[in-house]
């Protein structure tokens, strides 16, 4: 027992007399904390992010329902506008709600009345300002032989304004191979027939081929300019089947010009038209069918040339 004792005691006295270093402890002391705190800090951590979880998720929901908000709204809307609109364009397109009051009708009239076209039209403008015809109203107007054109418009709210113009006549066409007129050409080479005892007097005779009567107008206006500056104009101008004109003149004198150089050959006797005034006797008959001058059948002969050309008659 001595033994243990005094083996014991020596260390005791170690222990109690051992110097304390407070630098050490105080290292320890933070160095347990530090693991401490490692150790602590996952659990820490998951529990802030799970209690902060649902506080960030809440919203999103309420986000993405207001699109769809958005666009139910949209859609009630257009469906309450579509039932609208429908329900005005019903009654708007009711005969009684935009009847039509008046009928306008205006143009410069010479072989058409506004009475005549007032019948004409009655039965096409009647009923809804919207819905009436307006290309039913022209093809009616332009039924009438004298009619050129037809211009419809709508006036707010009850009226209708139709403005016409007229067909201005430039001479009368007998296709060949007829015996009598068979329409009326227009200025712009349209033709037309109306009645006949509506045909103006002293309009000047086109007469030609079936389908030529555009070409042929377009020559007599022509050939009129170039005897413009005699004094003399064309009462009547054939060309027949094997395309060669012939003229007739106001003064009563008739030109033969053949189916070729025709202007060249009017030209020719636009200079001699001089000379012959000068015999003092009426031409009958001129023959411009000659490569060179001319020959003349005068008013007092029967037969024979006064005055003849040299060359090849063509």
Do not use: C
């Amino acid at each position: 027992m001595l033994h243990n004792a005094g083996t014991i005691r020596p260390l005791r006295h170690t222990i109690e007399h051992a110097p304390i270093m407070p630098t050490a402890l105080a290292r320890d002391t933070a160095e347990r904390a530090r693991l401490y705190m490692q150790r602590k800090e996952p659990v820490l951590h998951t529990t802030v992010r799970t209690d902060t979880a649902p506080q960030r998720r809440t919203p999103q929901p309420v986000a993405q329902q207001r699109p769809r908000l958005r666009m139910l709204l949209l859609v009630m809307l257009g469906v309450l506008f579509a039932a609208a609109a429908a329900v005005l364009g019903i009654k708007l397109l009711d005969p009684a709600t935009l009847p039509i009051i008046s009928v306008r009708i205006e143009g410069r009239f010479t072989h058409v009345t506004a009475v005549e076209l007032q019948q004409k039209l009655a039965t096409v403008t009647s009923g809804n300002f919207l819905l009436v015809d307006v290309d039913g109203i022209r093809h009616t107007a332009l039924a009438l032989p004298w009619v050129s054109s037809v211009n419809v418009q709508r006036v707010w709210p009850d009226t209708l304004r139709v403005s016409i113009t007229e067909h201005v006549a430039a001479a009368t066409w007998i296709e060949t191979g007829a015996e009598a007129a068979t329409g009326l050409l227009s200025t712009s080479g349209r033709l037309f027939t109306p009645e006949l005892a509506s045909y103006p007097d002293r309009l000047p005779t086109i007469r030609g081929p079936h389908d030529t009567h555009g070409a042929l107008l377009g020559h007599y206006q022509a050939m009129n300019q170039t005897l413009l500056p005699l004094g003399l104009r064309i009462t009547h101008l054939t060309q027949d089947a094997r395309r060669a004109f012939h003229l007739t003149l106001d003064n009563g004198i008739e030109l033969a010009l053949g189916r070729s150089d025709s202007y060249a050959r009017l030209m020719r006797f636009v200079y001699a038209w001089p000379v012959l005034q000068a015999a003092g006797t009426q031409p009958a008959v001129i023959d411009l069918r000659y490569s060179n001058g001319l020959a003349v059948r005068w008013l007092q002969q029967e037969s024979g040339d006064n005055t003849a050309a040299t060359g090849r008659n063509s």
